[in-house]
Nanobody
Framework: QVQLVESGGGLVQPGGSLRLSCAAS????????MGWYRQAPGKQRELVST???????NYADSVKGRFTISRDNAKNTLYLQMNSLKPEDTAVYYC???????????WGQGTQVTVSS
């Protein structure tokens, strides 16, 4: 069973930056679409960004121009560079790996991001 482990969350002031990382326990990056989702208190989990094995990217409108998703297949690691952070970005951020056929979907345990002065 593949495990995903997120890191890089924390407390940051509005306008600041953070980089999240997601390490997979074995190589799945060559075939899986990877993504970041987030869940704020009292809200449903929502898509932040995804990146396919062909490095096509997709972003939620709320983060376009501020967040950048990337992947390093050789290191089995997914990244999310978050700039110009806003208080409304505060949430638990989850890493996700999904086989294109949909037969396998894996979630990480989540990492807390808090944007506050």
């Amino acid at each position: 069973q593949v495990q995903l482990v997120e890191s890089g969350g924390g407390l940051v002031q509005p306008g600041g930056s953070l980089r999240l990382s997601c390490a997979a326990s074995r190589s799945i990056f060559n075939s899986y679409t990877m993504g970041w989702y987030r869940q704020a208190p009292g809200k449903q989990r929502e898509l932040v960004s995804t990146i396919t094995s062909g490095v096509y990217t997709n972003y939620a409108d709320s983060v376009k121009g501020r967040f950048t998703i990337s992947r390093d297949n050789a290191k089995n690691t997914l990244y999310l560079q978050m700039n110009s952070l806003k208080p409304e970005d505060t949430a638990v951020y989850y890493c996700n790996a999904a086989h294109p056929s949909g037969w396998d979907v894996i979630w990480g345990q989540g990492t807390q991001v808090t944007v506050s002065s």
